[in-house]
């Protein structure tokens, strides 16, 4: 992924042009690689599929198509885009709406120039990002669901295909379940960065899990969060 050489690569969808331009200005300005823009939402999937950004900054409010619909096809599309919601609203709905459609973050707009460029840095290596009181709220809508046996799954078709993660690989995952940063997570294990990071990605791919997300449910179910 382009991050790895050094240069994210981002798109920014935004029915205000002058919003949308503003947001491409700064990331550009910031070293971030602007491959695509968009004012709607089908035009958004079409571009996004085209350019294969790392990262997309995605508004809800669109016209044409809403930012979930256009967040659950991309994703369904190349699950490893990372997509940031920069949206006007704090609705609770809208948020776990946008979670469970496949976002990684959520950022309102009101948020600082510098927030938003530390959001997409984050959001680009997995991390997710949320705007402070949502965190709290998406973790409590993952605990809930986690309580909820999952549609069809029986006895006996949950835990025997259970896959088998090695030791350190249950103890990364016990400090994502926990909230922590991938660095956090570096420092208190004493490895690098990328070393979480390799081990995270291991994690989802035995899992079939496709974000980081995904994977703090995954852990939660399992009660990591607790231990």
């Given at each position: 992924m382009s991050?790895?050489?050094?240069?994210?690569k981002v798109m920014v969808v935004d029915d205000h042009p002058m919003w949308r331009d503003a947001v491409a200005r700064d990331l550009t300005e910031s070293?971030?690689?602007?491959?695509a823009t968009a004012g709607d939402g089908e035009q958004a999937v079409r571009r996004a599929r085209a350019a294969a950004p790392d990262v997309l900054v995605l508004d809800?409010?669109?016209?044409?198509?809403p930012g979930v619909q256009v967040c659950k096809e991309l994703v369904a599309h190349n699950p490893a885009l990372r997509v940031l919601v920069l949206s006007a609203s704090g609705e609770h709905a809208d948020v776990l709406e946008a979670v469970k459609?496949?976002?990684t973050g959520y950022l309102l707009k009101s948020a600082s120039t510098e927030e938003l460029l530390d959001a997409v840095r984050r959001t680009a290596v997995g991390d997710p990002v949320f705007t402070p009181g949502l965190a709290g709220?998406?973790?409590g809508e993952y605990r809930r669901l986690a309580s909820d046996p999952a549609p069809g799954a029986g006895p006996d078709t949950d835990e025997p295909r259970a896959p088998r993660l090695t030791e350190r690989e249950t103890e990364v995952l016990r400090l994502v379940a926990k909230g922590l940063s991938y660095k956090q997570i570096a420092e208190r294990l004493v490895i690098s960065h990328r070393t979480v990071q390799n081990h995270v990605q291991n994690t989802l791919g035995k899992l079939q899990l496709h974000n980081r997300v995904e994977l703090v449910r995954y852990a939660i179910e399992r009660g990591l969060d607790e231990e």
């Open positions: 991050e790895q050489q050094g240069t994210i070293g971030f690689e602007v491959v809800l409010n669109l016209p044409a198509k459609s496949g976002a709220l998406v973790l």
